[in-house]
Each structure stands twice: as C-alpha cells, then as structure tokens.
C-alpha cells in the first residue's frame, strides 16, 4: 500500500508558474514510477509526467514538454510548471505505480493522490 500526498496548486496568471510537490509513504517503501495526470471538467484524464526510480526515465507529454519538468528525490516527486496556459487548468493527480506508468492504462495504476486544483487565469 501506498499512501500519496500532494501540495501546490492554486490559481495562477498565464504565463506565470507553479510547484506540485507529492510524497509517498507506506510500508512498500518508495515505488519504482511517480507520475503526474490531470483531468480538466469534461475532459478525460491524461498523464502529464512520469519518472523512473532515480530519475533516469522521464516521460513527458507532447502538451507540456518544454513547459514542465518533472523530478524526485526518493519517495517525493516535484513537478515545476513554468509558462503557463489557460488550457492547463484542471486537477492535477499525482499517481504510483511499481511498473512504467506511461505503458499502463490510467484504470490499472493502484495508487492515487486526492488531487490538487490548478487554475490558470488568461
């Protein structure tokens, strides 16, 4: 079992950025994927990034490279967010898994955040 809690969010001027912090716990001990997915109203969620165990695989989407990047220390997962845009509004999620999140449908990662609200005002 894998216990994930988040920090950050908040609202935001485009352009402008923001820090998500998540920490992971449990008796497992740090899981070997940490990831970041967001769902916007309406919209499915998409994973937004993922990290490998010491950071030597990262996964970005098309949407976001360049913008966000992604790092951890341990069980404890970082996601900067620098130019940011009205469309990157929604909840963001962070996520756990001991396989490679990107290669996993989002209904099979056992573990979850509560999620964290990040607006993006125009």
């Known amino acids: 079992q894998v216990l994930l809690a988040e920090s950050g969010g908040g609202l935001v001027q485009a352009g402008g950025s923001l820090m998500l912090s998540c920490t992971a716990s449990?008796?497992?001990?740090?899981?070997?994927?940490m990831a970041w997915f967001r769902q916007a109203p309406g919209k499915e969620r998409e994973l937004v990034a993922a990290?490998?165990?010491?950071?030597?695989s990262r996964y970005y989407a098309e949407s976001v490279n360049g913008r966000f990047t992604i790092s951890r220390d341990g069980g404890k997962v970082l996601l900067q967010m620098n130019s940011l845009k009205p469309e990157d509004t929604a909840v963001y999620y962070c996520?756990?898994?001991?396989?490679?999140?990107?290669?996993?449908?989002?209904?099979?990662?056992?573990?979850w955040g509560q999620g964290t609200q990040v607006t993006v005002s125009s």
């Open positions: 990290i490998s165990r010491f950071g030597g």
């Open positions: 449990g008796p497992t001990g740090s899981p070997d994927c």
């Open positions: 996520a756990a898994d001991q396989d490679w999140i990107p290669t996993r449908r989002f209904g099979d990662v056992p573990y």
